[in-house]
């Protein structure tokens, strides 16, 4: 299984809403991390989980929360978005260790569009 | 940190034709350069990759240089297809920045059948 899995695929949310992102792997990567992708633009990263740990945090607004729960999943939750918080939410995973960073593989995303 | 640039924006070419993506970096500690190919509305696809240690790459049609020296690497598609349109995003990182991929701004490569 060479797949970053996450859904739902597309999602809409009112800004008073609460919801959540989800992620699965099952490469063994113990490197996690939450991206945000706006049209034509390159992804930029969000965070970082390191066998389960926040790593990274990009100065990311509170009201996005990440969680790893174990070595396979990551969830991005979500609470009182803006409109502008509308974008392609990309899961990407990779390699441990002295080959960090190898194997970088991304889901397909969720389009996330706040109303 | 890191700055990766890559040209050109948009190019478009004939099928069959081979196709050339550039980009340069900053940092010489940069030591892993993948490639990745995004179609309208889906995740980044990475196509190949390359480590500092390697000055060339191939995969069938697709192929990536690296001049360590200069600091640049390169993707080369030969014998293009329709189905190669999407856009392409060279990317930058070394092992001890945990995570961190510093990505070029993206090439839109069209293809006409």
């Known amino acids: 299984d060479t797949e970053v899995t996450q859904t739902p695929k597309h999602l809409v949310m009112g800004m008073t809403n609460k919801k959540s992102l989800k992620c699965e792997q099952h490469?063994?990567?113990?490197?996690m991390y939450w991206y945000k992708q706006k049209a034509k633009k390159p992804p930029e990263l969000m965070f970082v989980?390191?066998?389960?740990?926040?790593?990274i945090n990009e100065s990311v607004p509170s009201r996005f929360s990440p969680e790893c729960p174990n070595s396979s999943l990551l969830n991005l939750h979500l609470h009182a978005l803006q409109p502008e918080d509308s974008a392609l939410y990309l899961c990407?995973?990779?390699?441990?260790?002295?080959?960090?960073?190898?194997?970088?593989?991304f889901g397909s995303g969720t389009r996330l569009t706040v109303v | 940190g890191e700055n990766v640039e890559q040209h050109p924006s948009t190019l478009s070419v004939q099928e069959g034709d081979s196709a050339v993506i550039k980009c340069t970096y900053s940092?010489?500690?940069?030591?892993?350069f993948p490639w990745y190919k995004q179609e309208l509305g889906k995740g980044p696809q990475l196509i190949i990759d390359?480590?500092?240690?390697?000055g060339e790459k191939k995969d069938q049609r697709i192929a990536v240089t690296l001049n360590k020296t200069a600091k640049h690497f390169s993707l080369h598609i030969t014998e293009t297809q329709p189905e190669d349109s999407a856009v392409y995003f060279c990317?930058?990182?070394?092992?001890?920045?945990?995570?961190?991929?510093?990505f070029g701004r993206g090439t839109q490569l069209t293809v006409w059948p």
């Open positions: 989980y390191s066998y389960e740990k926040l790593s």
């Open positions: 990407a995973s990779s390699q441990e260790g002295p080959r960090i960073n190898y194997g970088y593989t």
């Open positions: 990317a930058a990182s070394r092992g001890s920045t945990l995570g961190r991929l510093y």
């Open positions: 490469m063994g990567h113990r490197a």
């Open positions: 390359i480590r500092s240690n390697v």
């Open positions: 940092d010489s500690a940069s030591n892993y």
